[in-house]
């Protein structure tokens, strides 16, 4: 049985794939290509085109067909009223609010699929969170809530291109709803645009008053850091391998080489760049830092806030492998972090945690 919108589309497809042929749209000698068609979408959205009770279920008293002639008839109708009133307001037709308001009963409906798709997210079920509010918003077409919500769903479940398109609708409706200024902002920093985010978190703590949310200000901060990470690698074409600090701070290259990084250093890493955890847990300066980091809770706050850390973290859960740590620790956030959590005593640096991005 289909479950959910975009089964219940692709049953009403292969209905009108089916049909097409034995109402004369199609010639007999189209059939094998069509059986093609009907079986690969049956295939790819596990539905089941043959039982009748799921695809009357699909497509209610009307076919396919004749949804899209009434789809054609209201743009056509919509098309003619934009012209007439060529003054009027640009509206994107993603996002804009229906010709007439929805009643009560369709307020309430929604307000249900809303809060069963919150459980959803509640559950980490976010495909099942995205489907409840795409029909909360069928029913209460441009409520920000409901697309600020469906965008955080799409950013939970890395579909980024879709949370900004979401969120974006959802801040051109309601600009001072704060939270889908902070959505919009970790979407544009997961999708590389460091300036957009930033700008998306400014808006954000304008709006909030008062200096802005803790979160918001650390999703500032985290992009403004990256924005400036940005610039110096663009300033330095070619940049020199990094000069040690004074104050006699440990030598970041041998922890590089124990995670295995360092190139062709010898006695690095172990195979398939995988680290050599013996010798990582048999090193002192890996115990030192080890130790600093349990008994400074945000030290380890800041560590795991730092953008470069985090999309090593996102490229090594995607099966990425172990990134260079050599290259890494040329980053010298990262380098000031490592020398304060190994006891090192390097020059000072800036706070390498800006901040954790959006809250949910």
């Not at 030192?288 to 560590?303: D, I, R, V």
Request: with cysteine; net charge negative; proline share 4%.
């Amino acid at each position: 049985m289909a479950t959910t919108t975009k089964q219940r589309l692709a049953l009403a497809i292969c209905d009108f794939l089916s049909t097409s042929l034995t109402d004369g749209t199609l010639s007999a000698e189209d059939k094998d290509s069509i059986d093609v068609a009907v079986n690969c979408i049956a295939e790819s959205f596990k539905v089941d085109p043959t039982d009748a009770e799921a695809v009357k279920a699909a497509t209610g008293s009307q076919n396919l067909l004749q949804i899209y002639g009434v789809y054609e008839k209201l743009k056509a109708t919509t098309s003619s009223s934009a012209s007439a009133s060529s003054t009027s307001k640009p509206t994107d037709t993603a996002s804009a609010p229906q010709d007439r308001a929805p009643t009560e009963d369709e307020k309430a409906q929604a307000e249900d699929l809303k809060a069963k798709g919150n459980r959803a997210m509640a559950s980490k079920d976010y495909a099942a969170a995205i489907d409840l509010y795409t029909q909360a918003l069928a029913l209460y077409p441009g409520n920000a809530i409901y697309l600020s919500n469906r965008a955080a769903a799409y950013s939970a479940a890395r579909d980024h291109a879709s949370a900004r398109a979401d969120a974006e609708a959802a801040v051109r409706i309601d600009p001072k709803y704060t939270k889908a200024w902070s959505r919009l902002g970790l979407a544009r920093f997961a999708l590389g645009d460091a300036k957009g985010s930033m700008e998306a978190y400014r808006q954000g703590i304008e709006h909030e008053g008062n200096g802005g949310s803790e979160a918001m200000k650390k999703g500032y901060e985290t992009a403004k850091r990256r924005v400036e990470e940005l610039e110096a690698e663009a300033a330095t074409a070619t940049p020199d391998a990094p000069s040690p600090r004074g104050g006699g701070g440990p030598d970041l290259s041998s922890l590089a080489g124990l995670f295995g990084g360092g190139g062709n250093r010898e006695g690095g890493g172990g195979g398939g760049g995988m680290p050599d955890l013996s010798s990582i847990m048999n090193n002192p300066m890996f115990a030192s830092m080890a130790q600093n980091l349990m008994s400074n809770p945000e030290m380890m706050q800041n560590l795991m806030s730092n953008p470069r850390l985090r999309e090593m973290a996102d490229r090594f859960s995607s099966g990425g492998g172990m990134p260079d740590l050599s290259n890494l620790m040329s980053d010298p956030n990262i380098a000031d972090m490592a020398r304060n959590m190994m006891g090192g005593g390097g020059g000072g640096g800036g706070n390498a945690g800006a901040g954790r991005g959006a809250g949910q």
